[in-house]
């Protein structure tokens, strides 16, 4: 089945500080979506990619569509506490989400 | 709140028992989702339905877990004869169709731990 890889597992950064994390699957995607899980919630949408080279920005988040479309990457500037949490990327199929591992973010005030 | 609700938030039982969770989507999203997430791990796809029709399950569901939506709105995921393995966060999530402009939208999910 679909395997996504997300790098690295966990972050320890200082506020302010940029972000950056990516995902790899062993498959060609249509779409790369970005979610954010916050701790004890669900997970959020933050950015969905439909088109290879796409590039896309929400607020302090830019997330990309890979040319090979099996890999995306999420930059996140001038991180915030609220940014704490686990970000995973996703595969959307027809009938249901497939996630990745996800990345924790931690940041030190 | 016109947000995906789940009750309850948390639920302690003992090996053996069985337990009923309860996931409210949005009106008017005609799809509802369950997803079993475990510790260090994102959601994994557990089941779904269009309206009360159940249209897919995972290998994941094994015989002692069944899920209804009986009259297309509010679903129910039933564990019968609980083990440890059992313990994680059940996420309910709806959406209108596949459509990407909508996304999914999660609740915040069930709790479960058996001890």
């Known amino acids: 089945g679909q395997q996504l890889n997300q790098s690295p597992q966990s972050m320890f950064i200082q506020e302010g500080e940029d972000v950056s994390m990516n995902c790899t699957s062993s498959?060609?995607?249509?779409?790369w979506l970005w979610y954010k899980q916050d701790p004890g919630e669900g997970p959020v949408l933050l950015i969905a990619?439909?088109?290879?080279?796409e590039l896309t920005s929400n607020g302090r988040l830019t997330a990309q569509f890979g040319i090979t479309r099996k890999d995306s990457f999420l930059n996140i500037s001038a991180s915030i506490p609220s940014d704490v949490g686990i970000y995973f990327c996703?595969?959307?199929?027809?009938?249901?989400?497939?996630f990745g591992q996800g990345t924790r973010l931690t940041i030190n005030p | 709140d016109t947000g995906v609700s789940q009750n309850p938030r948390h639920k302690i039982t003992k090996r053996g028992q069985n337990v009923t969770f309860r996931c409210d989507p949005i009106?008017?999203?005609?799809?509802l989702y369950w997803y079993r997430q475990t510790l260090g791990q994102g959601p994994e796809f557990l089941t779904y339905f269009q309206n009360e029709a159940q249209l897919e399950k995972s290998r994941l569901l094994s015989d002692r877990f069944s899920a209804e939506r009986p009259k297309g709105s509010f679903s129910t995921l039933e564990i019968q004869r609980t083990e440890q393995g059992d313990s994680a966060m059940y996420l309910c999530?709806?959406?209108?169709?596949?459509?990407?402009?909508?996304?999914?939208?999660f609740g915040s999910g069930t709790r479960l731990t058996v001890v």
């Open positions: 996703v595969n959307q199929g027809a009938q249901k989400l497939v």
């Open positions: 498959s060609i995607f249509n779409t």
């Open positions: 990619l439909y088109k290879a080279g």
């Open positions: 999530a709806s959406s209108l169709g596949t459509d990407l402009n909508y996304g999914y939208t």
């Open positions: 009106s008017e999203h005609n799809r």
